[in-house]
């Protein structure tokens, strides 16, 4: 797939996340959306916190606008949207929906077990 | 009724369509699928769904320059590629030619958390693209009814497919969508309910250990279309539906003659024969010599440089080489020229509907002017009586539209009554010329006489004949080799009787 990280709005968390990013051990996410719509807005705010409450400092969120870069839909087997992709750590996971049930996103990141 | 009237007097002015290129569907559609619009076509799993669906596709790109989206929910672009390659799609050469986008759409339950709302605009985006980068105008969606194994929220995928159907229909691209044959509805998630242009319903069924397909075309709204079940057929050539039983009777009726191949038998159809483009069966009991006057009618064909398709139902082709042989007739020549084929199957190897298919595909192909069908009687042991005579009139009515001369053999068993197919069949014939044995004293004489013929003047007389080392040898007028006038009297009664006149 070819990724211009340029088109992509890419949001690190703090400098401690880079550093985990580096190292290779940082959760490394990416929210596809198709415009600021409703649902996006609110699975982006929801994912924030998600991330805050239980990944704080090893993680990165990618936003992905599909409105921008339509090519890239096919490459993460996009379909419905908004959807969140765990890309780091392997395999990856995909989460549908506006992420409003945490207890089910951190189900689908693998981390509902407590850290 | 009054509708109907309406459209049937002007079926060409009716919305545009966008043709299949498939042959026989573009004729029980009038030209085609809605352009613009969506179809869908359903059938159970192996009916030939995603092969119509890839044949109207691919068509679309190499016969009307339309560029095509295929979005597949079930196999991957190689698994389709190579399912297709078979039939000569060459499906990377369009897709490098930028007239194809294949784009797979993969959706694994399991591998997917619902977390609150979401909709399908993922979905919309990557057909938007894909419609986009060639410019398509034709887009095929198999099987979107995967998707409800891959989702879990039902309400959402409704009011999702809803929403494409016409957003497709908005940006007026021609879609086809497959859906696969749910337990009393056409599709397993009432798919139809939301596809209202036009619907096709593909069927795989078995009958007596042999297998038929057929194709109908449920609905068609604001159109005119076949509403029969018409077989079709899937073969090395791709898919081809049975044109019908056609629309109306408006053959040409020629009026040039060609030679049965027997002088003598010339001479009672008025010294010329029988017409050209007609429908002549030739029945008797077992060992009258059908397949001699056949020979006969072949070899003169051929002689004057037409071509000839001969269906054998009995015999194989060096059987019947030989036994022509045997009577002076020698067809290898004309095989060995190309001007005649022979085409050899068992009645039983597939249904009446496969063998209808594979008859058209070969006269399509072979472009005969002349066919024989030897004997035609074996059908019978394939499907019911109903099958076989609406099997023979859409032959017989396809022959007769392509103006090909055919003579057709049948066997009248035993010395009982002319067979039910035989007298109803023979509405269908133009000419018929009946075959005949009798034991007279110590000697065994065959002889024939002309039933019928429409549309000519024709000797009544029963002949005898003799088949010589020389052919088909017939009695000069006058009932030569001698035949005493009792002899032929009875003859010529019994076969009346037979015949039930």
Known sequence: ?115 | MEARGVVDRSPSCELPKAPTGIRGLDEITFGGLPKGRPTLVCGGPGSGKTLLALTFLVNGILDSNEPGVLMTFEENADEITSDVSSLGFDLPALIATKKLVVDYVRVERSEIEETGEYDLEGLFVRLDYAIRSVGATRVVLDTIESLFAGLKDDAVLRAELRRLFRWLKDKGVTTVITGERGEGLLTKQGLEEYVSDAVILLDHRVHDQVSTRRLRVVKYRGSYHGTNEYPFLIDAAGISVLPVSSMALAHDAPLDRISTGIARLDAMFGDKGFYRGSTVLVSGTAGTGKTSLAAHFIDASCRRGERCLCFLFEESPQQLLRNMRSIGIDLEPWVEAGLLRFHADRPSRYGLETHLATMHELVANFKPTVTVLDPVTNLMTVGTFADVQAMLTRMIDHLKTENITALLTSLTPGQTELERTETSISSLMDTWIVLANDDLGARHRRGLYVLKSRGMPHSNELREFTLTDEGLHMAANGGQPETSELARHDMWEGHNRRAGL
């Open chain 1, 1 to 115: 797939m070819t990724c211009g990280k340029d088109t992509i709005a890419v949001q690190v968390s703090d400098d401690r996340s880079a550093a985990a990013l580096s190292q290779g051990k940082a959760y490394r996410l990416r929210l596809y959306v198709a415009g600021q719509t409703p649902k996006s807005i609110l699975a982006l705010s929801n994912l924030k916190q998600i991330c805050e409450d239980h990944l704080q400092g090893r993680y990165e969120i990618e936003i992905v606008d599909l409105l921008e870069n339509p090519q890239l839909a096919a490459g993460d087997q996009i379909l419905a949207l908004p959807t969140l992709v765990r890309r780091l750590p392997e395999p990856i996971k995909k989460i549908i929906g506006d992420l409003s049930n945490t207890e089910r996103v951190l189900v689908g990141l693998d981390l509902q077990v407590c850290r």
